[in-house]
Every structure is written in C-alpha cells, then in structure tokens.
C-alpha cells in the first residue's frame, strides 16, 4: 500500500510568489491533516478534513493561507503571499476516523 | 498555548542503557496518548500509543508509561540502540481528530 504522497518534496521561491504544496492520502482513510514543523512550536495543526469537508482551520496563521479537499484522494495547501517567515517543514497526514495518523515524508520549504 | 509539552529538547544516551522521553499535558480531556518517530528528511511514524484506561502499554523495547493524575507520560526504550536516535514526539487527543503534537525530543544513542 503507498502511504501519503507529498509533493514537492522541496520547494524554494521568492517572497510573495504563490505557492502550492499537494497530499495525495491513504486509500480508504476520510480525515486529513496539514501540520506545519518548527522549532518553537513542534508540529502546529493548521487545518484538517474529515470527509472532504474542512471541519477546523483555526490553526492556519493568515488569510494568506488557504487549504482544499476537492475529492478524497487530493488535497493542496496554498500560501499567497509567501514570506520568509512561511518557511518550514510542511506535512500531510491522513487517517482514518479516530485512529493514529500516518505522515506523508513533509515538503520542506524555504521562502526567500 | 502548548496544551503538550516536551521539555527535553535533547536527550543522549549510550547504547544498552535505557532512554526515558518524558512528556506533560494540561487538558484533562485528552484520552488518548501517541509516540511518533521522526528520522531526518522523513515524515513522523507511528511507534506506541496508550488510551487512559490504562496505564502502561509495551511494545518489545518500548513502553509508555501514563500518570493521569500528574497529567504526564513517558517512553522508555530498553536497551537503546543507534537506529533508536531521531526525534520523538508525544502526541495527544481528546477522542476525536485533532491530535496535539509536542515540540520533540532528539534522541541520540552513543555506540
């Protein structure tokens, strides 16, 4: 079985270019998850699906931050504006309903 | 606000001994308890998990330890062996979706 397929895998830009990062998750699995990686803050919650439907986005820092679950089986995370402050390790995690998550391998991205 | 806590931001052990990966909630709510690992350039992987109807859970050279009372759990790894060195993250729920990692803690056994 594939496990989550993330992509890019990195992703280097400019700051306020657009920037799009892709989940592919686990067949069969109806919850998805966008974490984000730092140091002062581990792994934040930014937004997670159940069923494709958004049920919290209240960890998504800014309005420059949007996500969409446009069937079950995709998923993107976009950053319009970017600034350097976006960078970080981004990860896609899916599930199925109340069971332990399984991660995709993160896109890492720096924002220049 | 952490609701999860890892105050060890790093942890080193020799090879064969025990490492012990201390981690502290504050939401009495929380019912469900994960160890997640994370080598570099990957994603986090599933490890151990603990539900708060019990209080110990083991799983061959890991097991986790839950002191509801003290709102704190704890991993040990018994003997640590060099492939055990990453970081781990304790996660938490309060039966639903939405899992709350802490920030990490590295681990690295000494050969």
């Known amino acids: 079985d594939a496990g989550v397929i993330q992509s890019p895998r990195h992703e280097v830009t400019e700051m306020g270019q657009e920037v799009t990062l892709r989940c592919k998750p686990i067949?069969?699995?109806?919850?998805l998850f966008w974490y984000r990686q730092t140091m002062m803050r581990g792994l934040e919650l930014l937004i997670y699906?159940?069923?494709?439907?958004?049920?919290?986005d209240s960890g998504m820092p800014e309005d420059r931050f949007s996500a969409k679950m446009p069937n079950a089986s995709f998923s993107t995370l976009k950053i319009q504006p970017s600034e350097p402050r976006d960078s970080a390790v981004y990860f896609c995690?899916?599930?199925?309903?109340?069971?332990?998550?399984?991660f995709g391998s993160g896109t890492q991205l720096s924002v220049l | 606000d952490q609701q999860v806590k890892q105050n060890s931001p790093s942890l080193s052990v020799q090879e064969g001994r025990i490492s012990i990966l201390n981690c502290d909630y504050t939401?009495?709510?929380?019912?469900?308890f994960l160890w997640y690992k994370k080598y570099p350039a990957e994603g986090p992987t599933f490890l151990i998990s603990i539900s708060s109807i019990k209080d110990k859970n083991e799983d061959g050279r890991f097991t986790v330890f839950l002191n509801k009372s003290a709102k704190h759990l704890s991993l040990h790894i018994v003997p640590s062996q060099p492939g055990d060195s990453a970081v781990y993250f304790c996660a938490a729920s309060a039966g639903g979706n939405q899992f709350y990692f802490g920030t990490g803690t590295s681990l690295t056994v000494i050969p």
């Open positions: 939401n009495s709510m929380f019912d469900y």
């Open positions: 067949s069969g699995h109806n919850s």
């Open positions: 995690a899916s599930s199925r309903q109340n069971e332990k998550l399984f």
């Open positions: 699906f159940n069923n494709n439907v958004p049920i919290d």
